[in-house]
């Protein structure tokens, strides 16, 4: 089982996995801006970008492994991907409900 064969695999994995890096320190700057003013905003964009940075780059990291390593047959690509989607939108529906409350 191989992660990535050409540079361009490498740069793709590389890149995604510094976007995630950065939205995870956003994450967390967001959380200690929660934790310092008590804002429910804050609490739910930190929560949104956890979902949607971190979460949803592990889960399709390690599904991605497991369907590539053949730990996991591919018949579940399809519910596979519906799950990330899924994590994905309600990352998004967090923050965008950050954006839309009053604290």
Partial sequence: MTIATTPIEWAILAASAA????????????????RR?????MQYLSLGLVILL???????????????????????????TLLVRLLQLLGV???????SIRS
């Fill in 19 to 34: 976007s995630t890096a950065v939205g995870l320190y956003v994450a967390y700057q967001a959380y200690r801006g929660y």
């Fill in 93 to 99: 529906v967090f923050i965008a409900y950050s954006l």
């Fill in 37 to 41: 003013h008590s804002s429910r905003p």
């Fill in 54 to 80: 971190g979460v949803t780059f592990a889960s399709a990291f390690v599904g991605s492994l497991l369907l590539r390593g053949g730990v996991v047959p591919g018949d579940y690509r399809p519910g596979f």
